[in-house]
């Protein structure tokens, strides 16, 4: 956990993943959302711009998915320090996420299962007066140490266990 209010950049802190399509610094067409983890949670303050369009105002839900998903597999990582992969993923929609408007996202993770592997992580994004636009859970499935090796390019394929 960080001190309280301390914020710590994510993205292209770890020698991998730079070009991440959600987060990845390196990558030109990329959406570049800057994730930090502050006190108990990953956030990030973001607008996407008509690139990222659904609706010519609204970005894509697809896209609103993605942004919500990298923030909590950025959660397993920097709340409980273990790379896991999506299981389970529901979102829901209460208004669009605008083109060209700041909007921020915010995810908690929960404790480890008893399973040892299994994450059940929350992720919101508001717009700038508070209001929620979207919200999502999901289930994440931790990796061993040598499927996170394996999957971050540091060590040969993985299969699931």
Known sequence: ??????????????????DCFACGPDNPVGMHVPYEFVDDAVEAVFTLDK??????????????????????????????????????????FDR?????????????????????????????????DGKVCARARGSYHALTDAQAGSATGLTQNWEPS
């Open 96 to 128: 669009p996420v605008l083109i060209g408007e700041q909007h921020t996202v915010r995810a908690t993770a929960g404790p480890i299962e008893a399973d040892g592997r299994t994450l059940v992580i929350t992720a919101t994004i508001t717009r700038g």
């Open 1 to 18: 956990m960080t001190a309280s209010g301390e914020r710590r950049a994510l993205p292209g802190s770890l020698p991998f993943g730079r």
């Open 51 to 92: 690139r990222f369009s659904g609706a010519p105002r609204f970005v894509h839900g697809g896209l609103v998915m993605t942004v919500l998903d990298e923030a909590m597999a950025w959660a397993a990582i920097a709340i409980r320090e273990r790379f896991a992969v999506t299981t389970d993923f529901n979102a829901s």
